[in-house]
């Protein structure tokens, strides 16, 4: 039997599956052991080690050039969290946040996300979970909690290797944020903290449109593949100024925002527009996913 199967069989013990046709297995049991088995799916695949480990090295990476360009002028539009960060090595976590939030965290994060459901129909342990229909609803919120546990996992792997990095490589003490305010050390630790928070929110939408993208075919490389070119597809639409009338809608438009927290006071205005936009997309792509899954024929 294999490790997928066994893993079922577990499921199956522990009430969220059905050992016969007809029986209503307990809900809370049974979703909180699909969660926890979809956690070890997740997380113990070595590509997903693979993503993590890349989304570590990216903010060293960033550090090693700053450390070694240090002196040099920086010019582009734009928060200059570059510049921060040669004054206060925390700053190196917004700056990585900056960098991963546009491209590396998307693309991670819908290669778990595009995988969730089509993956497992291609390996064809799918079936295995949906013995009885009551269970697909289950199934689908244990995989799309998962997969925001994935977007803070993904957020904290940047955030700490930044915040090692920076503390390594530049000094620490207090911080001066973009609004020109000084705030102390702790403060803005707790600024750290929030905005990796948010960061990982703001992949909320991205997490259902790739639920739903994987409901759609049965082919895991299809779905991962579909999702990530969507997510280049809106961030280029995103960088034209001719569809300003669609650009606010859009699920990538209001990423960044996150640097209105790091100004005294915060500005909350473009991350309460951020989080309700993934709200949206989280209850629009939700429900087709739920819609396309419960009424899914799954024949392997």
């Known amino acids: 039997m294999s490790q997928a199967e066994l893993s079922r069989a577990e499921l199956s013990q522990a009430g969220a599956l059905p050992v016969r046709a007809g029986r209503r297995p307990q809900t809370a049991a049974g979703f909180l052991a699909l969660f926890r088995n979809e956690l070890h799916l997740t997380f113990r695949r070595m590509r997903t080690k693979v993503l993590l480990g890349i989304l570590a090295v990216l903010p060293i990476l960033i550090g090693v050039v700053v ?167 809106v961030q280029i639409l995103d960088a034209f100024p001719q569809l300003d009338a669609v650009r606010p809608f859009l699920f990538t438009h209001y990423w960044l925002s996150f640097a209105d927290l790091l100004r005294q006071p915060m500005y909350w205005d473009g991350v309460w527009k951020d989080l309700g936009l993934q709200a949206a997309y989280v209850a629009v792509f939700g429900a087709a996913a739920w819609s396309r899954f419960t009424s899914r024929d799954i024949s392997v």
């Open 67 to 233: 450390k070694l360009n240090t002196g040099s002028p920086h010019e582009g539009g734009g928060v200059n969290f570059i510049a921060q960060t040669t004054q206060n090595g925390l700053f190196l976590v917004f700056t990585a946040l900056a960098v991963a939030l546009p491209v590396f965290l998307p693309m991670t994060v819908g290669v778990v996300a595009g995988d969730s459901v089509a993956g497992e129909a291609a390996t064809g342990t799918l079936r295995y979970l949906l013995v009885a229909p009551a269970g697909r609803t289950r199934l689908l919120a244990a995989k799309f909690t998962a997969g925001l546990v994935f977007c803070l996992a993904a957020t904290v792997a940047v955030a700490a290797a930044a915040l090692a990095t920076g503390a390594a490589l530049f000094p620490l003490g207090e911080v001066t944020l973009i609004s020109g305010d000084t705030i102390g050390f702790g403060d803005a630790l707790l600024r750290a903290v929030l905005v990796a928070g948010v960061v990982a929110a703001s992949l909320a939408g991205l997490v259902a449109i790739g639920l739903f993208v994987s409901t759609l075919t049965g082919s895991g490389i299809a779905a991962m593949a579909a999702t990530v070119g969507l997510v280049v597809t």
